[in-house]
């Protein structure tokens, strides 16, 4: 099952903000998370906030339906309009999550973006993005997501190898991800990004080089590349601890690592992110840059988080309670945190350290700013840019990156 929520103290049942959290908002950009909590399985790996139709029969009733989500959705977007009040900010990115969003009609992921229009605006350059399972969209539903106000589209692709795929208990053939960037390209977009997962039990370097291939082949212009986490109480933690298949492996992660940099720096990418490459700056994912440089984003749907002005929260995760909140008019916030200065001095070193632009030295404490100087010394940060003020991790540095960075905010 899903993760649990954190602790927090309770959210208005009106999900009003505090006041300073809207001061100064016109200059913060503004983004939207819309998650889609619906997948025809669950993947082994998986630990996000999703469920099958299994999950929910007898436990939500139409309130959790897959046919009214859209509409329901809207309601928290209406519901973020009277907490922003008179928020002249159009929004800047949309990302439409998952689960699996493209398991609705696509004439429904559209309604989701219309509430957000109409209800705020779009900027004339905002980045749409929507995930989408290989299996489950077509050449007409890509048209007709296009044509609907979409311009960014993200496919789960995690590898070309069949068994490494079986091993993740991800339903897609190989090939398939391939060919819908062919079809995102014929409707219309002119950014794709392809996910890859890497360090797999059972996957070799040969194996992960071919993912990686296969994956330029398509002609994408980002790659996103994760290495495999094992999270307690997936279906591959289990098979791990019953010994059906091998651990995962840290020096295997890297070495992965290592041969992603290279095989996508080779072919034109770069990272911007540790874990994401661009080939160029338009086509790096501008709503995942919110995240990591602290602006505002309100996450409508169960168990998405939300922060605006130093104020976070999140949502209730089951989709019956999330829709039953909204139908009684209440906000489905479960609890909330507000980030004291200091909390969002770390939160930007933990984010922004990740970035290839780094994070300025001037945010960090004594006790950091002395492990900086052992890690320029180690060889994990750029001497360049330390010269001018800023820490940036190096290939090295990337690979430690967060040892690197619990030592900087210490």
């Not at 219309?114 to 077509?138: I, K, M, Y």
């Not at 289990?238 to 992965?256: C, F, K, L, Q, S």
Request: with cysteine; glycine share 10%; charged share 25%.
């Amino acid at each position: 099952m899903p993760s649990a929520l954190p602790d927090g103290e309770p959210m208005p049942e009106d999900g009003a903000l505090p006041p300073h959290a809207l001061a100064g908002a016109g200059d913060r950009p503004l983004g939207f998370y819309l998650h889609v909590p619906y997948c025809a399985t669950r993947c082994g790996y998986c630990d996000f906030n999703t469920y099958t139709a299994t999950e929910l029969r007898g436990s939500g009733g139409v309130l959790a339906s897959r046919e009214n989500y859209a509409d329901t959705l809207a309601d928290e977007v209406r519901l973020a309009r009277k907490v922003l009040g008179d928020d002249p900010r159009p929004v800047r990115t949309v990302f439409v999550g998952g689960g699996t969003p493209t398991l609705l009609p696509a004439a429904h992921l559209v309604r989701m973006l219309a509430a957000v229009r109409d209800e705020f605006g779009l900027a004339p350059d905002a980045e749409v993005t929507t995930e989408a399972n290989p299996e489950s969209v077509d050449a007409a539903y890509l048209a007709e997501l296009r044509e609907g106000g979409f311009n960014r589209i993200s496919f789960g692709m995690q590898s070309a190898k069949r068994h490494v795929l079986q091993v993740l208990d991800r339903t897609h053939t190989p090939g398939r991800p391939e060919a819908c960037v062919a079809e995102a390209r014929g409707a219309g977009f002119d950014h794709v990004n392809l996910d890859l997962i890497y360090g797999t039990p059972g996957e070799s370097d040969d194996d992960w080089r071919d993912s990686l291939d296969a994956a330029l082949g398509a002609g994408p212009d980002h790659v996103s590349a994760y290495a495999l986490i094992v999270e307690e109480g997936t279906q591959l933690a289990r098979r791990i601890r019953r010994g059906e298949v091998p651990m995962t492996d840290d020096d295997v992660h890297a070495d992965r690592y290592l041969i992603a940099d290279e095989v996508l720096a080779g072919a034109g990418f770069h990272w911007y992110e540790v874990s994401n490459w661009a080939t160029s700056e338009a086509g790096r994912c501008l709503h995942n840059e919110l995240y990591w440089r602290g602006a505002d984003w309100w996450g409508a749907g169960p168990g998405a988080h939300s922060h605006v002005g130093g104020v976070r929260w999140w949502n209730v995760k089951h989709p019956g309670a999330y829709a039953a909140a909204l139908a009684a008019g209440r906000s489905p916030g479960a609890g909330r945190e507000l980030l004291s200065a200091e909390d969002r001095r770390v939160e930007r070193i933990l984010l922004e350290l990740r970035l290839a632009e780094g994070a300025p030295l001037e945010l960090l404490a004594e006790q950091g700013l002395a492990a900086s100087r052992r890690a320029l010394a180690d060889g994990l940060l750029e001497a360049g840019p330390y010269r001018e003020g800023r820490a940036v991790l190096t290939l090295r540095g990337r690979l430690l990156a967060d040892a690197v960075v619990r030592d900087l905010v210490d």
